[in-house]
């Protein structure tokens, strides 16, 4: 296989790759750094020895995300307030769409190492347990065993009907426009009444430093906010669907870019997702050209 073969087999496979490492780690970064290391290793390896190239570069990708989370669940156990992943976009198409939300994700968080990329190899990106069992150097047997023990903990997470995409989006403004104009009111009649509210300041800008639980509590925080929007207004970017979620992108306070991510079930928003990390949100699409224009 020469360079240009090379190249392109890597290239058809790389957003699936970048995909499964963003599943894993709950970070951009984090992934393109995996897939660019397996790119390296991919040029590096004998090909007399691999008979499928995407069961080979999975594993490869794989491997190295179980070492990274070795790392990276030390940094978690420090991080400062709740932990969310970075808010990533969903193509308009929906060819690489699946059904792993962002309350998913956070509950990946809580799985072995082991049974997160069983369950994301089985389950979501439908490989067979004997080519897992390759992946993570288990037996099928034990790879079965992962994924059924992953799905029993993330049972509640699974999102149990999708919202359609306009119809998530219409609530999101109706949402927006009632936090950002202090119609609190009409807020309170889109929340149920156990909605939570976590927000990722990480440590660098202010957010609660616990998740908000209740009606009440997250009234309280919204009437606290109305207050601040109407001495600065909050600047709407723009509606997005963040991790299989309605919500929106905004700057707050002038400076602060900020993802808003709303799960919804019944017609009610069941909890608020809220990224405000800007380590988090380097890449968020149109803020560069929303900053220009201000």
């Known amino acids: 296989m020469n360079e240009i073969a090379l190249s392109t087999t890597f290239a058809d496979q790389r957003p699936g790759l970048v995909r499964l490492a963003y599943r894993m780690l709950g970070s951009i970064a984090d992934a393109e750094d995996v897939v660019h290391d397996a790119w390296l290793r991919w040029l590096a390896a004998d090909r007399s020895m691999v008979e499928e190239p995407a069961a080979y570069l999975r594993t490869i990708v794989t491997r190295l995300c179980l070492n990274e989370l070795k790392s990276t669940r030390r940094l978690r156990e420090t991080y400062i307030g709740p932990w969310l992943p970075d808010p990533i976009f969903d193509p308009d198409d929906g060819e690489a769409a699946d059904d792993i939300t962002l309350p998913l994700m956070i509950a990946l968080e809580r ?97 609660p430093s616990r998740p908000l639980v209740g009606i009440d509590a997250v009234m309280a925080r919204h009437a606290s906010l109305a207050r601040l929007f109407a001495v600065r207004p909050s600047q709407l970017i723009r509606y997005a669907i963040i991790d299989g979620l309605p919500g929106f992108v905004t700057m707050e306070e002038g400076t602060t870019v900020q993802t808003t991510a709303l799960n919804i079930e019944d017609g009610k928003v069941v909890a608020i997702y809220v990224t405000r990390n800007p380590d988090k949100l380097r890449n968020v699409p149109d803020v560069g050209q929303q900053i220009a224009g201000a």
């Open 111 to 207: 799985l072995s190492p082991l049974e997160r990329a069983a369950f994301l190899l089985h389950d979501v990106f439908g490989l067979k347990f004997e080519a897992v069992a390759e992946a993570i150097g288990r037996e099928a047997a034990t790879c079965r065993k992962l994924a059924s023990r992953a799905r029993t903990h993330i049972h509640d997470a699974r999102p149990r009907f999708t919202i359609p995409r306009e119809e998530g989006l219409r609530f999101a403004a109706a949402f927006f426009d009632a936090s950002r104009t202090g119609d609190l009111a009409a807020l309170r009649t889109m929340l149920a009444e156990d909605v939570v509210t976590y927000a990722d300041g990480g440590g660098q800008v202010a957010a």
